[in-house]
């Protein structure tokens, strides 16, 4: 029965290392937070804010540390299309390969 016990647990050990979900390289997920306030764009990497000036920097950092990297952005709604745009071309130029997006939209009762 032991070594039974003993047996079942190695093959599941082989099969863990052994299968593609496991050898698989995890990449990193990280969010973008994407808004305007009338006149300006801002951003935020993990809620860490950026200002627009210093946004392609820290994208160049962050495909440094992180090439592999999804990069999912969200925005409200009403958030002016340049400031995606422009977050999502400097994300390309980076080197990012997996950039998606999602606009939230307006809540169910109206406000």
Not at 31 to 43: A, R, T
Request: proline share 10%.
């Amino acid at each position: 029965m032991i070594a039974g016990l003993r047996y079942l647990g190695s093959l599941l050990a082989a099969l863990s290392v052994a299968s593609p979900a496991a050898s698989k390289p995890q990449h990193p997920t990280v969010i973008l937070m994407i808004g305007n306030d009338g006149q300006k764009c801002f951003s935020r990497f993990e809620g860490v804010p950026h200002l627009p000036k210093d946004f392609d920097a820290a994208v160049k950092v962050l495909h440094a540390n992180h090439p592999h990297a999804k990069i999912h952005i969200h925005f409200p709604p009403d958030t002016r299309w340049e400031c995606v745009g422009g977050r999502m071309t400097a994300l390309s130029r980076a080197g990012f390969k997996n950039i998606g997006f999602t606009a939230q939209p307006p809540p169910a009762d109206g406000r």
